[in-house]
């Protein structure tokens, strides 16, 4: 019995599920930058908004557009304003 693989050329590609503001998403990259998570719903999270990556039992990481982030399973990231008007 033969095991099947992927074709050389075509890298098996994994599915990472990750969560944006309590969406799901499916991903297939292992290295995302900010700038490429920020794309990742169908409506792209805008530059008003910060993103950061939920750290459990810590405190919560702001990521930037440039940073890479490792992709795992579970990841959480939520969306914050950028810049918070107080009360009139």
Do not use: C, W
Not at 58 to 86: C, M, W, Y
């Amino acid at each position: 019995m033969t095991e099947e693989k992927a074709p050389a050329n075509e890298p098996e590609q994994h599915r990472f599920q990750i969560q944006i503001d309590r969406t799901h998403y499916t991903v297939t990259q292992r290295l995302m930058t900010g700038e490429q998570l920020r794309k990742v719903p169908p409506t792209p999270i805008g530059p008003d908004r910060d993103l950061f990556e939920v750290v459990p039992g810590g405190t919560d990481r702001k990521i930037s557009d440039e940073e890479e982030v490792a992709i795992r399973d579970g990841l959480r990231f939520f969306t914050a304003p950028r810049q918070i008007n107080p009360g009139k």
